[in-house]
């Protein structure tokens, strides 16, 4: 009996434990211009078309977000391989490193990877200062 008492306080715990947030699991997360922010792991969170792979996209780990009916601006955590024992390629992110991408909708162009400088250059030279990273949490679900 002392046995399903623990194996039930270790479900309860486990259930009581999980994330609340739903951009902890995985997800597909409708943007605009037929764009979806994809989460299938942990580290791969991407910026893809819906329909067709050949159009841009933005690359793992995508962090922060913002977008418009015009544009879609996204930080990309770099990541790589952990490579702790030969073959082992668990992604991991590299502590501050970033790039900036900003996929221009109508004009089907893609600008990245960029530094922060560049990205806040390209924003002026596009004219969409107005538009704002968010981190992820910040998103909310529709």
Known sequence: MNRHRHLLLAILLSINSCSRDPFNDDFIFGLTGGYQ???????????????????LSIPAQVVELAWNDG???????????????PGDTVPVPVVGSFNYWILDLHQTNRFGPMTEVEFVEKLKAIGQTDLNLKNLSQIKRS
Request: proline letters at 3%; a positive charge; hydrophobic letters at 35%.
């Open 71 to 85: 544009f879609i601006l996204g930080k990309q955590q770099v990541i790589r391989p952990r490579g702790n024992v």
């Open 37 to 55: 922010l994809i989460r299938t792991s942990t580290y791969m969170v991407t910026i893809e078309h819906s329909a067709d792979s050949r159009h």
